[in-house]
């Protein structure tokens, strides 16, 4: 019998990687975060990965290592990359996959700004932006188009004003 997963999705600075870790930890399960999964596999930073070969193949790579980590049996939670679910067809595979349940970490676009302004510099879609005012506008617009694909998911959970560690909490609660 299939095991099942958890597939943690939302935008950069949703908390993805840090509450896949908690719910490891609370739970003994096995975690994987599929952007370092791709750094491993094709032995490059992302950011390198973005500079080197460009956003196409990154987006290729990223749909087929989701595939590879979907099909073992390793890993009981998933955390996916903030663009994984917006495209190629990621939310009817994560939403057709036996056991899978796709889970979206809503986070507002005020958080955000505050969250990645200070770590802008390590992810390619937005270390070129210079202001506060650049980046709140620009996580505006990219949410407006990416919100259709996360709100495929299963379950939604808020993260505003959460811990990553109360967010896990409340995850846990609800998937019981
Ligand atoms: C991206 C988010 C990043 C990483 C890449 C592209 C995106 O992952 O996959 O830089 O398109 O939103 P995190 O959401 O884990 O930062």
Redesign the pocket.
Known sequence: MEKSKIVLLGY?GSG??AVAKHIARERNLIAIDL?SYIEQKEALP?RQVFAKHGEIYFRKKEYEYLLELLGEDTYDIISL???TPCYYDTMEQLNQHKGVVAIYLKTSIGELTRRLFEEKSE???IAHLETKAQLTEFIGKHLFERNPYYQQATLTVLTDDKSPQEVAQELIARLA
């Open positions: 950069m993805k990687s952007d992302i990359g903030g663009g992810r390619p879609l």
